[in-house]
T-cell receptor, first 113, second 114 residues
Framework: GEDVEQSLFLSVREGDSSVINCTYT??????LYWYKQEPGAGLQLLTYIFSNMDMKQDQRLTVLLNKKDKHLSLRIADTQTGDSAIYFCAEGSSSGSARQLTFGSGTQLTVLP | EPEVTQTPSHQVTQMGQEVILRCVPISNHLYFYWYRQILGQKVEFLVS????????KSEIFDDQFSVERPDGSNFTLKIRSTKLEDSAMYFCASKANGGSYEQYFGPGTRLTVT
């Protein structure tokens, strides 16, 4: 079945760039997603990328997709303390219109002052 | 901005009891989902619901679980006889239509089974 893997922890200094990495196994994935979870809150959709794209930029967020290596990354420019959260990578099943999501275990991003 | 809401935020129940977790999806959304996250584990898909019926379900979603859309706004998850291993955060999500790829999640209900 599908599997999505992420490293568990990342620490960066405020103002630096953060890069969170993810690998997935399902070559038929249509869309790949990044969600953010702050303490006590739900999963906030940050951005997503279609599998025929290499890159998507949205303000401070840049998503890079290497479909050959099944590698997805999220770069956060000028990381702020408010960016401290758990970031989940997810891939969307291409079968059916419901398109359930398969999540990674999440990367805890800590932004140090 | 429209959002998915869930109640209660935290539910404590005794093993063997029935619980109903409630969700109000975003208005006009047509697809509804339940996911769960056991502490320290990945968020896992449970079930998707469209046009008043289950469209997909995972192997976790056994006969102990059921979903319902009792009216035009609520979407519920019922666990008939809770087990200790049902303790988890349960997330509801909704999606606008079949052509949409954006699933929006609620804040979750933390279920604790004692």
């Amino acid at each position: 079945g599908e599997d999505v893997e992420q490293s568990l922890f990342l620490s960066v200094r405020e103002g630096d760039s953060s890069v969170i990495n993810c690998t997935y196994t399902d070559s038929s994935s249509t869309y790949l997603y990044w969600y953010k979870q702050e303490p006590g809150a739900g999963l906030q959709l940050l951005t997503y990328i279609f599998s025929n794209m290499d890159m998507k930029q949205d303000q401070r967020l840049t998503v890079l997709l290497n479909k050959k290596d099944k590698h997805l990354s999220l770069r956060i420019a000028d990381t702020q303390t408010g960016d401290s959260a758990i970031y989940f990578c997810a891939e969307g099943s291409s079968s059916g219109s419901a398109r359930q999501l398969t999540f990674g275990s999440g990367t805890q991003l800590t932004v140090l002052p | 901005e429209p959002e998915v809401t869930q109640t209660p935020s935290h539910q404590v129940t005794q093993m063997g009891q029935e619980v109903i977790l409630r969700c109000v999806p975003i208005s006009n959304h047509l697809y509804f989902y339940w996911y769960r996250q056991i502490l320290g584990q990945k968020v896992e898909f449970l079930v998707s619901f469209y046009n008043n019926e289950i469209s997909e379900k995972s192997e976790i979603f056994d006969d102990q679980f059921s979903v319902e859309r009792p009216d035009g706004s609520n979407f519920t998850l019922k666990i008939r006889s809770t087990k200790l291993e049902d303790s988890a955060m349960y997330f509801c999500a909704s999606k606008a239509n079949g052509g949409s790829y954006e699933q929006y999640f609620g804040p979750g209900t933390r279920l604790t089974v004692t």
